[in-house]
């Protein structure tokens, strides 16, 4: 089994004392460790100059756990919308223009969200946010929306406000980008890695061809193995956050996975340049930003070509994850209603969504290939960075490819297909 070990061997990791309080709290001499630390907000906030937020989920994780990517603002306040207002933060119609997406596409596509834990207003919070934005139904009535356990069952794990967050995050990024798609959601026991593992599996054998994953750890080592048993699956896009401790963190698992889709994080900002948007590299401090760098363990996938990392490079791809700029999420489970949000947990449903709309993967295709063929169909993020690096590249944006953006952001569909 994989352990999602919250050390880093050769770089330092700023959250590494704060997962060894965790640990001594949950482990005696001689005794396994159960389970992670609760996984209720962390304290931890970012920097004074950006938004004030915390993280949905306990970064006090111990070995073989997890933890989500999902950063909450707590200086916007959640509320109750009023009449002919409008929540905070990006909607569908936001997300769909600064993509160049289809409005209404997905018809006939499964995207499944890989979550650890319950939430047990998940479908009536996700009616809520799809019907504030005219989106259709998506229930378990109409067949649109499905959640089950980790076993295929409706025993459902034990509920979970922070992980709760992260899967109202995760439901509604799928809602605003792929309307039209059915959503499965797929509640591991626990946040183990095996646990987790066994919910892709979980999702793949129920049909789902786009599968998030928007959690992660640093690696140790055993990541063949758990690649073996849980990612290695040819014609199913499965996309994994590239992680918010910015470079200083390292890569995450499972994004460095070479079966995956690794997603990074940018700002975005509308503006009055032809495509009405920009974007940079997100990064809210030095330990506070889109995850990236050079794998330690994972070999380098024939289809990416960059010079500097011999091994597999993370990130892929990006989308907005900066919670300056972040989106809404309606959550009543953990929260009070309308909230911003933002982390990689927003970008990797975001981009599992975009694989759907382009349609389904090649049946032996690994399509985390796909943008690499057609480079020329993404939006080239070239500045900012997130963190201080060599080669540049690994934490910099410039033309072309680099660590915290990947090959870039969409801009259509076409970089999510098969083909040169």
């Known amino acids: 089994m994989f352990h999602l070990s919250r050390t880093k061997r050769g770089r330092a990791v700023p959250r590494a004392a704060a997962a060894l309080l ?22 931890s906030t970012s920097a004074a100059s950006g938004p004030t937020t915390v993280h949905s989920c306990s970064q006090a994780v111990a070995p073989g756990y997890a933890t989500c990517f999902a950063l909450k603002r707590t200086d916007k306040k959640a509320h109750t919308m009023a009449a002919n207002t409008t929540p905070s933060g990006y909607g569908p119609s936001d997300l769909v223009s600064a993509y160049n997406l289809p409005a209404n596409g997905g018809s006939g596509q499964t995207v499944a ?5 319950d939430d047990p207003n998940a479908e009536s919070d996700l009616a809520t946010y799809r019907s504030t934005y005219g ?26 406000t922070g992980w709760a967050g992260e899967i109202s995050l995760d439901l509604d990024m799928v809602s605003a980008t792929c309307p039209g798609c059915h959503i499965l959601l797929v509640e591991a026991n626990s946040a183990s890695m095996s646990d987790l593992g066994t919910a892709v599996n979980q999702a793949v054998s129920q049909g789902a061809k786009y599968v998030s994953n928007s959690y992660g750890g640093n690696e140790d080592g055993s990541e063949a193995q758990s690649d073996a048993s849980y990612f290695n699956h040819p014609g199913v896009a499965i996309t994994a956050s590239s992680g918010d401790g910015a470079y200083a963190a390292g ?23 032809s495509r009405g948007w920009s974007e940079s590299v997100w990064e809210t401090s030095s330990s506070e930003g889109a995850g990236s760098g050079c794998s330690q363990d994972e070999t380098k ?15 892929d791809v990006a989308a907005v994850a900066d919670p ?13 209603g309308w909230a911003v ?39 080239d993020v070239t500045t900012g960075s997130n963190g201080t690096c060599s080669p540049s590249y690994f934490c910099t944006a410039g033309a072309g490819y680099d660590g915290p953006t990947g ?4 801009n259509g569909l076409a970089a999510f297909t098969a083909g040169g």
Not at 302 to 311: A, E, H, I, L, V
């Open 341 to 379: 949000y933002g982390g990689t947990s927003a970008s990797s449903p975001i981009i599992a969504s975009v694989y759907a709309l382009a349609g389904t993967p090649g049946a032996n295709d690994v399509p985390a290939s796909y943008p690499y063929a057609h480079t020329s169909n993404l939006n």
């Open 301 to 315: 996938p024939t289809w990416q070509t960059d010079s500097g990392c011999s091994n597999r490079m993370v990130a």
């Open 135 to 160: 989106l259709p139904e998506c229930s378990t009535a109409n067949g649109c929306f499905s959640k089950i356990a980790q076993d295929g069952s409706t025993n459902y794990p034990t509920a979970d």
């Open 251 to 273: 890569t995450e698992y499972p994004a460095s996975s070479p079966y995956v889709t690794a997603v990074g994080g940018t700002s975005l900002t509308k503006d009055s340049s």
């Open 22 to 43: 965790g640990v001594a709290g949950l482990i005696t001499m001689g005794a396994a460790v159960a389970q992670a630390a609760p996984a209720s907000s962390s304290a």
């Open 324 to 336: 300056a700029t972040g989106v809404a999420v309606y959550q009543t489970y953990g929260g009070n």
């Open 113 to 117: 969200i890989v979550d650890a834990q």
């Open 407 to 410: 090959l870039g952001t969409p």
